[in-house]
C-alpha cells in the first residue's frame, strides 16, 4: 500500500522568510496530493492541492510542487507570517478510496 | 451548511468500557472516513465508507466498529476501550463522483482518554 514520509518533523522560521516541506510517496499510482494545515485544537483544513497532470501550483505565497519521476512533492511558503505556525500535513491518493498521511511538519514562524 | 459535526468534543473512559462516536455531514457527500491522530503523530486511518450501507478497514482497525445506514452519518464504535485508544479522532468526508479524489473536510475532533 502507499507510504507517505514527510520532513522535516519540526521547522523553525523568521517571519518574512520561507519555509519548504518535502514529502514522498512510494505507490507510483498515485495521482492526487492535497495538504492540510493543522492549527491548535482544530481539524486538518485543505489549504492546496495537485494532481499528477501538472508540475506546480500556486495560489497567493503558498505553492506546491511535484515530481512524478522521484515520486516527491514540496510545499513551499513564502513570506512567512505568524499565522503560518500551525502543523502542516501532506498526503498521497489515487483515484479511489482514500488519502494516506504524512506524519505532520510543526512550523514555527517567530516575529 | 455546518460542514463536518462530531460529538462529543471531549470524553473521558473507563477501561473496558464502550461509546459511540457520533459523526454527521450535511454538504451531500458520498464518502466518509475516520483518523485517529495519537500525540505528535500524524493521522491514522481507522474505517471509511464509500456510501450508505458500505465500509471498510482502514489502516488500524482492530477495537473499533462502524456502520453507515445513511448518507449524512458514520458513527464510529469503541468497544471494550483500552489505554491505547487514547486519541483524537477525526470524521472526515468528501464528494467522489468517480473523477479522481478531491480534498476531504474534517470535522473538529473528539478527544478521547481512557484510564
Known amino acids: 500500500g502507499e507510504n507517505v514520509e514527510q520532513h522535516p518533523s519540526t521547522l523553525s522560521v523568521q517571519e518574512g522568510d520561507s519555509a519548504v516541506i518535502k514529502c514522498t510517496y512510494s505507490?507510483?499510482?498515485?495521482?492526487?496530493f492535497p495538504w492540510y494545515k493543522q492549527e491548535l485544537g482544530k481539524g486538518p483544513q485543505l489549504i492546496i492541492d495537485?494532481?499528477?497532470?501538472?508540475g506546480e501550483k500556486k495560489d497567493q505565497r503558498i505553492a506546491v510542487t511535484l515530481n512524478k519521476t522521484a515520486k516527491h512533492f514540496s510545499l513551499h511558503i513564502t513570506e512567512t507570517q505568524p499565522e503560518d505556525s500551525a502543523v502542516y500535513f501532506c498526503a498521497a491518493g489515487y483515484n479511489t478510496d482514500k488519502l494516506i498521511f504524512g506524519t505532520g511538519t510543526r512550523l514555527q514562524v517567530f516575529p | 451548511n455546518a460542514g463536518v459535526t462530531q460529538t462529543p468534543k471531549f470524553r473521558i473512559l473507563k477501561i473496558g468500557q464502550s461509546m459511540t462516536l457520533q459523526c454527521t455531514q450535511d454538504?451531500?457527500?458520498?464518502?466518509m472516513y475516520w483518523y485517529r491522530q495519537d500525540p505528535g503523530m500524524g493521522l491514522k486511518l481507522i474505517y471509511y465508507?464509500?456510501?450508505?450501507?458500505?465500509?471498510d478497514k482502514g489502516e488500524v482497525p482492530n477495537g473499533y466498529n462502524v456502520s453507515r445506514s445513511t448518507t449524512e452519518d458514520f458513527p464510529l464504535r469503541l468497544e471494550l476501550a483500552a489505554p491505547s485508544q487514547t486519541s483524537v479522532y477525526f470524521c472526515?468526508?468528501?464528494?467522489?463522483?468517480?473523477?479522481?479524489?478531491?480534498?476531504?473536510?474534517f470535522g473538529s475532533g473528539t478527544r478521547l482518554t481512557v484510564v
Open positions: 472526515a468526508s468528501t464528494r467522489n463522483m468517480g473523477q479522481g479524489l478531491k480534498g476531504y473536510t
Open positions: 465508507s464509500v456510501g450508505a450501507g458500505i465500509t
Open positions: 495537485i494532481r499528477s497532470n501538472v
Open positions: 505507490d507510483s499510482a498515485s495521482n492526487y
Open positions: 454538504m451531500n457527500h458520498n464518502y
